[in-house]
C-alpha cells in the first residue's frame, strides 16, 4: 500500500535522477551509514546518546512497531518535544515505512484532530508532559473518534502505553521496510492560509536532497555542533541544514527546549556550540540579554547563527556580528520546499539585506504580477516555483491545489518576493491571508471559523498588527450581537482547543466589518486602521 500524492511529471524526475539531486537512497540513511560509530549524536539533558545507541533505540522501537502489526503504507500521528525521542521515534518509523506527521508541541485538540481526520492514523504517539495527554480524558475521545488508531504509545506513560519500553527492548532480527524513496516519507505542516491545517507529502529523495544540499551551503561536518531550539518538527530545524543535516554528517545536535538565552547560552558555553538557528524575536532576546549583563563570553564557540521563518529587519542583522560576534545567515525557507540562503562568503550588504538565493541551480523561481504573468527582474510580485525538493500538490486537497499552482506546476507560495540582477532574493510582504507572529504562521481561516462557533459572534475578521518584539501580532475584528472582551475570546478560543499562539492578541468590535467593492472583507483597510492607532 502507498500513500498517494501529487508526483512530479516522469520528465522532471528523469532529470533530478541524472542531475543527482535524487538518489533513491531512504532517509533513514543519514544514521544507517554512520553504523556503530561511538561519536556523540544527541545530548538532551543529562543524556548523550552515540551513532550506535540511536540506531540500536531505532530498531528497537521499529521491531516493536512490526511485533503491534504496524505496516507500510500506514501513517502516524506524532507529538513529541524537543526530546531525543522525536528523532528516535522518525526514524523507527521511516524504517518501518510509516509516513508520521509531526504536530507541533504547542498544538492541541484542534490541531490533532484535524491532521488525524486527514491521514487517518494507525498509531498516535505522544507525551504525557503535554497537558492534553495528561490524563486520559482526551486520549480516550480521540481513540474513539479516529477509529483507524490501533495503537498508543506515550513518552512518560508508566504504564501500557510506555513509548520508552518499547525503545529499550532490544530488536530481534529486525528488517527494515521504508518506502520507496520517490514514495512519502512524511508529512510537512503548512504554515497554512485555509480552514484546516494543510499537509505538504515529503519524499525521501526531494527531502534528502534538500538535507544534502544545506550541508554544502551551511559547511556542515563531522565537527559541527548544532543546538536546536527551534520546535524540533519546524521544517527549519529538521532540515536546513536543521538537525537531519547535523546527523547526516555525523555532527551532534544538543536539544534546547526554548530559545531562552538563559537556557541556551549555558548551552552553548558547555557543550560548545558552533552553529544555531533562531527566528528574529529571539535574536532579539538573545540581543537584550546580552547588553543587559549576561556578555556574550559563554558565545565565544558559535561560528554561525541562521535566522529565519519571518522577515528579519536591518538593524537587528547589522548587530548579530557586532554583539553576538559570530556570522549571520538568513535563511528564507518553506516547508512546502523552496529554500533560499545567503552564502557563507556573501558580502556584508548582502547577508544583511538579502533574504539569499535558492540554493539549487535547477529551482526555477519567478516573480508573476496578479494575472499569473512574469514581471521584468527588480519588481515587486508573487514567488513562483518549482524544483527537485519543492513539492507538487497538499495531501488530498485538489480545490486548494488547483488555486495554488499555476498550470506548469509551479507552486505561488502567497510571498511577495523581489529578485535582484544576481539572483538575490528580498521578501518584500506577503499576499496570503496569515499571520506570521514571530515565525509562528497563523491562517487567518482557520481562527475565523472558530471565532465564527461563538453564539455572539456574526462576522470575523483576522488580520496582522505591527509588533516591534514578534514583528506581527494577530487581532480580531468582530461583529456581535453583545460587547466580547478580549479575554472572553480567548478563553472561547482555548475552549475549543487551538494552540496558544493563534489567540488574537487584540480584540475590536465593529458595527460591520469594511468590505471591499467586490463585497470582500477588506483586511488592507483594518490592517491601516490599526497602523494608524498604533501612530497614535
Ligand atoms: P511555512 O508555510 O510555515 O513553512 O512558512 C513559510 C513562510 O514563512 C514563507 O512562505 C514566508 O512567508 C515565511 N518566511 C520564512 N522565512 C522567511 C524569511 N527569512 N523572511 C521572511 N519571511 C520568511
Ligand atoms: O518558515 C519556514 O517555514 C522556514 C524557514 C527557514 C523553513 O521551512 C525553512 C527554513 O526550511
Given at each position: 500500500?502507498?500513500?498517494?500524492?501529487?508526483?512530479?511529471?516522469?520528465?522532471?524526475?528523469?532529470?533530478?535522477?541524472?542531475?543527482?539531486?535524487?538518489?533513491?537512497?531512504?532517509l533513514?540513511?543519514i544514521?544507517?551509514?554512520?553504523?556503530?560509530?561511538?561519536a556523540l549524536?544527541?545530548?538532551?539533558?543529562?543524556?548523550r546518546?552515540?551513532?550506535?545507541?540511536?540506531?540500536?533505540a531505532?530498531?528497537?522501537l521499529a521491531?516493536?512497531?512490526?511485533?503491534?502489526g504496524?505496516?507500510?503504507?500506514?501513517?502516524?500521528?506524532?507529538?513529541?518535544?524537543?526530546?531525543?525521542?522525536?528523532?528516535?521515534?522518525?526514524?523507527?518509523?521511516?524504517?518501518?515505512?510509516?509516513?508520521?506527521?509531526?504536530?507541533?508541541?504547542s498544538?492541541?485538540?484542534?490541531e490533532?484532530?484535524?491532521?488525524?481526520?486527514?491521514?487517518?492514523p494507525?498509531?498516535l504517539?505522544?507525551?504525557?508532559?503535554?497537558?492534553?495527554?495528561?490524563?486520559?480524558?482526551?486520549?480516550?475521545?480521540?481513540?474513539?473518534?479516529?477509529?483507524?488508531?490501533?495503537?498508543v504509545?506515550?513518552?512518560?506513560?508508566?504504564?501500557?502505553?510506555?513509548?520508552e519500553?518499547?525503545?529499550d527492548?532490544?530488536?530481534?532480527?529486525f528488517?527494515?521496510?521504508?518506502?520507496?524513496?520517490?514514495?512519502?516519507?512524511?508529512?510537512?505542516?503548512?504554515?497554512?492560509?485555509?480552514?484546516?491545517?494543510?499537509?505538504?507529502?515529503?519524499?525521501?529523495?526531494?527531502?534528502?536532497?534538500?538535507?544534502?544540499?544545506?550541508?554544502?551551503?551551511?559547511?556542515?561536518?563531522?565537527?559541527?555542533?548544532?543546538?536546536?531550539a527551534?520546535?524540533?518538527a519546524?521544517?527549519?530545524?529538521?532540515?536546513?541544514?536543521?538537525?537531519?543535516?547535523?546527523?547526516?554528517?555525523?555532527?551532534?545536535?544538543?536539544?534546547?527546549?526554548d530559545?531562552?538565552?538563559?537556557?541556551?547560552?549555558?548551552?552553548?558555553h558547555?557543550?560548545?556550540?558552533?552553529?544555531?538557528?533562531?527566528?528574529?524575536?529571539?535574536?532579539?532576546?538573545w540581543?537584550q540579554?546580552?547588553?543587559?549583563?549576561?556578555?556574550?563570553?559563554?558565545?565565544?564557540?558559535?561560528?554561525?547563527?541562521?535566522?529565519?521563518?519571518?522577515?528579519?529587519?536591518?538593524?537587528?542583522?547589522?548587530?548579530?556580528?557586532?554583539?553576538?560576534?559570530?556570522?549571520?545567515?538568513?535563511?528564507?525557507g518553506m516547508?512546502?520546499?523552496?529554500?533560499?540562503?545567503?552564502?557563507l562568503?556573501?558580502?556584508?550588504?548582502?547577508?544583511?539585506?538579502?533574504?539569499?538565493r535558492?540554493?539549487?541551480?535547477?529551482?526555477?523561481v519567478?516573480?508573476?504580477?496578479?494575472?499569473?504573468?512574469?514581471?521584468?527582474?527588480g519588481?515587486?510580485?508573487?514567488?513562483?516555483?518549482?524544483?527537485?525538493?519543492?513539492?507538487?500538490?497538499?495531501?488530498?486537497?485538489?480545490?486548494?491545489n488547483?488555486?495554488?499552482?499555476?498550470?506548469?506546476?509551479?507552486?505561488?507560495?502567497?510571498?511577495?518576493?523581489?529578485i535582484?540582477e544576481?539572483?538575490?532574493?528580498t521578501?518584500?510582504?506577503?499576499?496570503?491571508?496569515?499571520?506570521?507572529r514571530?515565525?509562528?504562521?497563523?491562517?487567518?481561516?482557520?481562527?475565523?471559523?472558530?471565532?465564527?462557533?461563538?453564539?455572539s459572534?456574526?462576522h470575523?475578521?483576522?488580520?496582522?498588527?505591527?509588533?516591534?518584539?514578534?514583528?506581527?501580532?494577530?487581532?480580531?475584528?468582530?461583529?456581535?450581537?453583545?460587547?466580547?472582551?478580549?479575554?472572553?475570546v480567548?478563553?472561547f478560543?482555548?475552549?475549543q482547543?487551538?494552540?496558544?499562539?493563534?489567540?488574537?492578541?487584540?480584540?475590536?468590535?465593529?458595527?460591520?466589518?469594511?468590505?471591499?467593492?467586490v463585497?470582500?472583507?477588506?483586511?488592507?483597510?483594518?490592517?491601516?486602521?490599526?497602523?494608524?492607532?498604533?501612530?497614535?
Amino acid at each position: 500500500m502507498t500513500l498517494p500524492f501529487t508526483r512530479w511529471p516522469d520528465d522532471f524526475a528523469r532529470r533530478y535522477r541524472e542531475k543527482g539531486y535524487w538518489q533513491d537512497l531512504p532517509l533513514t540513511d543519514i544514521l544507517t551509514r554512520h553504523g556503530d560509530s561511538e561519536a556523540l549524536a544527541l545530548i538532551d539533558g543529562e543524556r548523550r546518546i552515540t551513532y550506535r545507541q540511536f540506531r540500536h533505540a531505532v530498531n528497537n522501537l521499529a521491531s516493536a512497531l512490526q511485533a503491534k502489526g504496524i505496516k507500510r503504507g500506514e501513517t502516524a500521528l506524532v507529538q513529541l518535544g524537543n526530546v531525543a525521542e522525536f528523532y528516535i521515534t522518525f526514524f523507527a518509523l521511516l524504517q518501518v515505512g510509516v509516513a508520521p506527521v509531526n504536530a507541533l508541541f504547542s498544538h492541541q485538540r484542534s490541531e490533532l484532530n484535524a491532521y488525524a481526520l486527514q491521514i487517518k492514523p494507525a498509531l498516535l504517539i505522544a507525551d504525557r508532559e503535554h497537558a492534553l495527554f495528561a490524563g486520559d480524558d482526551f486520549l480516550n475521545t480521540f481513540v474513539d473518534q479516529h477509529r483507524s488508531v490501533r495503537l498508543v504509545w506515550l513518552r512518560g506513560d508508566e504504564g501500557e502505553h510506555a513509548l520508552e519500553a518499547a525503545i529499550d527492548r532490544p530488536a530481534e532480527n529486525f528488517i527494515a521496510t521504508p518506502t520507496p524513496a520517490d514514495e512519502v516519507a512524511f508529512f510537512q505542516l503548512s504554515g497554512g492560509s485555509t480552514g484546516t491545517p494543510k499537509l505538504i507529502p515529503r519524499t525521501h529523495n526531494d527531502y534528502y536532497y534538500s538535507i544534502r544540499r544545506s550541508n554544502e551551503i551551511c559547511g556542515i561536518t563531522a565537527q559541527t555542533r548544532y543546538l536546536n531550539a527551534l520546535p524540533a518538527a519546524h521544517n527549519f530545524a529538521m532540515s536546513s541544514p536543521g538537525t537531519l543535516g547535523i546527523f547526516m554528517a555525523g555532527g551532534c545536535v544538543v536539544l534546547a527546549h526554548d530559545p531562552s538565552a538563559t537556557l541556551c547560552f549555558p548551552l552553548i558555553h558547555q557543550h560548545q556550540v558552533t552553529v544555531t538557528s533562531l527566528v528574529p524575536p529571539a535574536v532579539s532576546l538573545w540581543l537584550q540579554a546580552i547588553s543587559e549583563g549576561a556578555g556574550n563570553a559563554q558565545l565565544a564557540s558559535l561560528e554561525l547563527l541562521q535566522v529565519g521563518g519571518a522577515r528579519l529587519s536591518a538593524t537587528l542583522a547589522t548587530r548579530i556580528p557586532a554583539e553576538i560576534g559570530c556570522q549571520l545567515q538568513q535563511v528564507f525557507g518553506m516547508a512546502e520546499g523552496l529554500v533560499n540562503y545567503t552564502a557563507l562568503d556573501d558580502s556584508p550588504e548582502r547577508i544583511i539585506n538579502t533574504q539569499g538565493r535558492p540554493m539549487c541551480p535547477d529551482d526555477e523561481v519567478w516573480v508573476a504580477d496578479e494575472h499569473g504573468n512574469p514581471l521584468p527582474r527588480g519588481e515587486v510580485g508573487r514567488l513562483m516555483t518549482r524544483g527537485p525538493y519543492t513539492f507538487r500538490g497538499y495531501f488530498n486537497s485538489p480545490e486548494h491545489n488547483a488555486s495554488a499552482f499555476d498550470e506548469n506546476g509551479f507552486y505561488c507560495s502567497g510571498d511577495l518576493i523581489a529578485i535582484d540582477e544576481q539572483g538575490y532574493i528580498t521578501v518584500q510582504g506577503r499576499e496570503k491571508d496569515q499571520i506570521n507572529r514571530g515565525g509562528e504562521k497563523i491562517a487567518a481561516e482557520e481562527v475565523e471559523n472558530l471565532l465564527l462557533r461563538h453564539e455572539s459572534v456574526i462576522h470575523a475578521a483576522l488580520v496582522s498588527m505591527e509588533d516591534s518584539l514578534l514583528g506581527e501580532k494577530s487581532c480580531a475584528y468582530l461583529v456581535v450581537k453583545k460587547p466580547l472582551r478580549a479575554v472572553e475570546v480567548r478563553r472561547f478560543l482555548r475552549e475549543q482547543g487551538v494552540a496558544e499562539f493563534k489567540l488574537p492578541d487584540r480584540v475590536e468590535c465593529l458595527e460591520a466589518l469594511p468590505l471591499t467593492p467586490v463585497g470582500k472583507v477588506d483586511k488592507k483597510q483594518l490592517r491601516l486602521w490599526l497602523a494608524e492607532r498604533a501612530q497614535g
